[in-house]
DNA sequence: CCGGAAGCGTAGCCGGTGCTACGCTTGCAC
DNA sequence: GTGCAAGCGTAGCACCGGCTACGCTTCCGG
């Protein structure tokens, strides 16, 4: 164990999940993509993001270069098994979420444009505290 | 008004956040080590984030840009009216998400994490709701 | 008053996440 | 079976936010 100045504090960690985050957006959006249309193509997401193809391209590699999704030239996009892992779990984070700022009173397009900011910054602790909020509504 | 077929969603806002998050973090870490010990420091900020100075000094100089905070060399760092107004309201929606997460029940040391990263993603609506639950509790 | 430690600035590197411009592939309509 | 629109890939640019390496400033103790 390292000394570690104790100071350093949990910004660390914001910053970390940072580095996450687009992953968890991104096959979160293809798992969508799929469930509704049957395959994944780089414009969906690119429409769905408000970004150009471009960049989703980038990060698609990127993502295929971490083993969450795979693809080829001119085929659509799919999730590997670690991919659809991660997407499951984000999902259900969100979906929490979500149902927790309803069970709060929140409207429903507020909930969902917060939902989608709030749900890579809440623990697991807390999760299961909304839980529980939303269940003894 | 331009037209803006509707998909392109909350993402984009989503995403704009992100611009203003390290801003916001930053003015809120000045006002607080301005109040700790009378003058904040390159190297305060530093170990704060936990980051190097040369980051930082990037960074502040970004906002000095941005008419946040005012430094000059081998002096410490200053917020402007702008910035002390954005520390303000950065310090008050802190303080919403953190009450609020420990009238919902969950342990303080979890609190003071999520709700760094919470803060940047609670729209107003929500916020007003937080602040009436914790008041009603 | 001067030497060294702490603080600060600059150059230059990396990777991420946006963009425009441009050209190739694919697939469908005719 | 060809031509065109939609989709896709690549090159190259910009900014952000990390870093190491290196040298200058400041300020306090002796």
Sequence with gaps: MPVSKQPRNQHVRTRRDHATELAEDYV???DDIEREKGECR???LARQFGVTHVTVNRTVSRLQRDGL????PYAPVTLTRR???LA???R????VVLQFLLA???SEETARVDAEGIEHHVSDETLRIMQQFTASQ
Tied chains: 1, 2.
């Design 104 to 106: 709060l009173g929140v």
């Design 88 to 90: 499951d779990q984000s």
């Design 42 to 44: 780089v414009t969906d």
């Design 92 to 95: 259900k984070r969100h979906e």
């Design 28 to 30: 979160e959006a293809i």
């Design 83 to 85: 991919g659809q892992r």
């Design 69 to 72: 999704v795979e693809t080829q």
